[in-house]
């Protein structure tokens, strides 16, 4: 079977720090790029975070360059997603996702259709 099973969420307060992980099992990773995305209520699911198998390029949304880092770990089949200086409007349920033979973009905007997707993780930040 092919899963996404992700940790490292949790309460943390305005300007800590979390690393949430993903591990894909019954399928490789190494052939997949893999993305974070979130949703929090009430609002649409948004692209967080992106990393390309196919060229090795990596996707931040605005409202979170320089603050999150996507990384990958081949031997342990696990991508991770850094998250530092976190903030209130940071609050949502975090998902991974995987795509085989994608990129991050679609015509130049980025994608959103994936094969795979985690069950989701919640992270609350405290003001």
């Known amino acids: 079977q092919v899963q996404l099973v992700e940790s490292g969420g949790g309460l943390v307060q305005s300007g800590g720090s979390l690393r949430l992980s993903c591990a894909a099992s019954?399928?490789?990773?190494?052939?997949?790029?893999i993305a974070w995305f979130r949703q929090a209520p009430g609002k649409e699911r948004e692209g967080v975070s992106c990393?390309?198998?196919?060229?090795?390029?990596?996707y931040y949304a605005d409202s979170v360059k320089g603050r999150f880092t996507i990384s990958r770990d081949n031997a342990k089949n696990t991508v991770y997603l850094e998250m530092n200086s976190l903030k209130p409007e940071d609050t949502a349920v975090y998902y991974c996702?995987?795509?085989?033979?994608?990129?991050?973009?679609?015509?130049?905007?980025?994608?959103?259709?994936?094969?795979?997707w985690g069950q989701g993780t919640q992270v609350t930040v405290s003001s």
């Open positions: 019954g399928f490789t990773l190494d052939y997949y790029t």
């Open positions: 996702a995987a795509g085989f033979l994608l990129g991050c973009t679609v015509r130049g905007r980025p994608r959103v259709e994936y094969d795979h």
């Open positions: 990393l390309s198998t196919s060229d090795g390029n990596t």
